[in-house]
């Protein structure tokens, strides 16, 4: 498998194989990034916080920017992969729904690290404008048979685009403001309330 190391601003991409010791080094990256900021980080830093050796490094990366590009895409890739395995398989389109909904609540808690977002701000908004779009069509890929469903039962088609928006501007905002307990119990009910809705609507119509 390969990573494409593309900078924040997308630029030309770089190619790094994701090996063992990449990760290594893009996890190390991420808690460096979150205990010092990325003016003050070094590529010491890295290879403190990542456990490899300089040449190892040095094998994959000439210099900082480099490992921030890869970091993000690493970031990002993660997600697009992640989001569209957890609904895979799973024929009932509200438990799709459901599948997916709940792997993007839990991959937002364990994989974004809030101190990298109080210590580096610009860092972090900067990666999600970038790769907003992407965000979203993963989760576009991820909830189509979902959609079809939906537009089934409510007899037109829905605003997947809006829908989707929607629901990743609002488990990005728990990076700002974590969620409650409260919060996270209408997140896991969403599934469920929608199908209500679709269904009654649909009911209205005969």
Same mark, same amino acid.
């Given at each position: ?38 003016? =003050? ?12 050796? &300089?040449?190892?490094?040095? &094998?994959? %990366? ?43 609540? =839990? ?7 809030? &101190?990298? %977002? ?10 999600? =404008? ?29 605003? &997947? ?43 209205? =119509?005969?």
């Amino acid at each position: 498998m390969k990573l494409a190391a593309a900078p924040i601003e997308e630029e030309p991409a770089l190619e790094v194989e994701l090996s063992p010791s990449v990760i290594r080094i893009l996890s190390g990256a991420l808690d460096a990034i979150a205990a010092r900021g990325v003016k =003050r980080l070094s590529m010491s830093d890295i290879i403190d916080a990542s456990g490899v050796s &300089r040449g190892t490094l040095y &094998r994959y %990366f000439s210099n900082k920017d480099q490992v921030l590009s890869a970091v993000a895409e690493f970031v990002c890739t993660g997600f697009e992969s992640g989001i569209r395995e957890a609904g895979k398989g799973i024929e009932d389109p509200i438990l799709r729904l459901k599948a997916v909904m709940q792997f993007y609540a =839990r991959y937002t808690e364990e994989n974004s690290p809030g &101190r990298v %977002f109080e210590v580096e701000p610009a860092f972090h908004l900067a990666f999600f =404008r970038s790769r907003f779009s992407r965000y979203k069509q993963a989760v576009l890929d991820a909830l189509e048979p979902t959609f079809d469903y939906l537009d089934t039962q409510l007899g037109e088609p829905m605003n &997947r685009d809006g829908f989707v928006e929607g629901l990743v501007r609002n488990q990005l905002s728990t990076l700002l403001i974590p969620a409650s307990d409260q919060w996270k119990q209408l997140w896991n009910d969403t599934a469920d309330n929608i199908q209500k809705w679709a269904l009654a609507i649909a009911a209205s =119509r005969n």
